[in-house]
């Protein structure tokens, strides 16, 4: 396999390096140089789990495991190709997928569409060859929805991005099976920075699918991606991300999605895996009747501080917004849902309902809920409940008193909790939720 | 509810539970300036438990910003916190909320209910209602909801040749009245709800 490795830590040299390999256009290798300089800048997030054991200088910023991102899983370098056998992905994309993105280490290894949906004007390709291809389109809204500046791992992010997929869906075009990338971490000391840009035009719809899985090490990797979304009048976007990296992994993401005009954009998160995450996906309604959903479901365990949540602005009037997390606790787990929901003066007779629902497993786990709630106009209609227990004693007895042993029942009883987040999933991937959640429960 | 302490506009609070069955309080807030409030609520033996109303109403330039912190010390140790909340005119309400449970408590009880009403386009409120909880035997709850006065209810009471501002009044007052609903004596409901009339500024 042709594997290039640069050196590791992070230098201005190593950033041109990686704008050169990848052949860009200047203003993309000015722009990551800025955005450089602005990742050292800014400080590291004043909130949230410590960061203090993350060390830049240890990561591999760019591994590239072969040259160029193929279109059929044969021309796929066989030990690639066997990981994501291994993980189901091509039997996925024969059943129930209309494309298939594969990344490995920093680059997209496999791009994939079913050729009557190009010929409808659907691009889904890798966000390297969307720059190549279609650099218009691509740098009228690339770096627009989250801004280098945004936060310090947006700003590295921006300087050092490699990998992750860009999708246009033109007017009028409704896809009725998903698209799905799927990101492997496989070396030690890793950084990916996939980023991942999408643009709904009107009257479309678009679901699509991220998974995302590594090896364990004993040391760290880093996973810091940016998604930037653009859903366009009357168009409908969903976005759903199963996350499962192994628990030496720091996931610090930044995603947000503008959404236009009469659209709906629906953000579905499930975490599983990771030693530290740090996640938002934010929604920005700024059209009239602008719709937003975000669900949420975490687990933490031994080792694992999830920190995630919802952002949700509402920007113009009559929009509307729901926020629901679930998490779960155990074996000294800490989750945490931190959110804001702004409702601003212009957002007349807007709604929102946020629910935070917490279950603790033992008295070693910690659980806790930092909502923000800003409303500006009265004309609003806001709600916000947040709840935080343990398993309902009454439910188990009544569950052993039917002969289930304590074990299943506490099963039932979870995945039971998790099931309005489920049931959301297609089957494919609820079905093996429901397998996680069991062995996380082991 | 027993023993209840009726308190007006505490800057500062602190109270510490240490005996069981102590006293409920209802805290009326009715200043038309800018002020902190800091309030924290310590429940350091077991078997403590308390009620606490707030009843808030501010107007015209008012900015008032509230620090409240609920510490859970001891095992089955419960409180019961609500909020109702009026804003008229350009006031602005900040509300920072803390529930705090210690590791290895048992039977903890504990709940932050806000209900808040903005009359003017120009009121706005801001809430961080937080929860750390470190134990697992709890049963935590925050809720949390804004709106205008209802349409529907006033334009009926207008159809009845009600005028606009004594029909807020009237809701101002419905609102606030039914938290003292067979709760307190009557000496002590007919003093509050005088009050709360006097504070209504319309």
Known sequence: MNKNIIKKGLTEKIIKEISSFKEEPSWMLEFRLKSFEIFKSKPMPSFGPSLKDLDFDSINYYIRPQDKTHTKWEDVPKNIKETFDHLGVPESERGFLAGTGAQFESEMVYHSLKEHLIDQGIIFESIENGLK????????????????????????????????????????????????????????????????LIITDEDSFLHYIEGCTAPVYTTDSLHSAVVEIIAHENSRMEYTTLQNWSKNVYNLVT?????????????????????????????????????????????AEKGQNIDAGAKIFHIAKKTSSLVLSKSISKNGGISTYRGITKISEDANFSKSKTTCDALILDNTSISNTYPTNDIRTNSANFEHEAKVSRINDEKLHYLKSRGINEKEANTMMINGFADPITKKLPMEYAVELNRLIELYLK | MKNTIYIKNPDDLKLNFIKKNEANFIILINENIENKYKYTLNLNKENTSSKILFLIITGENSKLDFNIFVNHFASKTSLDLKFK???????????NGNIFVEKNLKKIKSSMIHQNLLESKESKIISKPNLEINSDEVEINHGFATGNFNKEEIYYLQSR??????????????????????????????????????????
Request: proline share 3%.
């Open chain 2, 161 to 202: 040749n009600l005028s606009k501002k004594t029909i807020k009044k009237e809701l101002t007052k419905a609102f606030l009245f039914k938290e003292l609903e067979g709760k307190i004596s009557k000496e002590l409901k007919k003093q509050i709800k005088q009050d709360i009339i006097c504070s209504i500024p319309l």
């Open chain 1, 255 to 299: 995603k947000r999605a503008f959404v236009k005009k009469n659209a709906e954009m629906y953000w579905l998160d499930v975490n599983l895996g990771s030693k530290i995450t740090m996640k938002y996906p934010a929604i920005y309604l700024m059209g009239e009747k602008a719709k937003g959903e975000i669900q949420s479901l975490a687990f």
């Open chain 1, 133 to 196: 291809n279609h650099e218009e389109l691509f740098k009228k809204y690339f770096g627009k929805i989250v801004p280098a500046s945004d936060n310090k791992f947006s700003a590295l992010n921006s300087a050092v991005w490699s990998g992750g997929s860009f999708i246009y869906i033109p007017k009028g075009i409704k896809l009725d099976m998903p698209l799905q990338a799927y990101f492997r971490m496989n070396s030690e000391n890793l950084g990916q920075f996939e980023r991942t």
């Open chain 2, 85 to 95: 909340t009026v804003l008229f005119k350009n006031a602005h309400l900040n509300f």
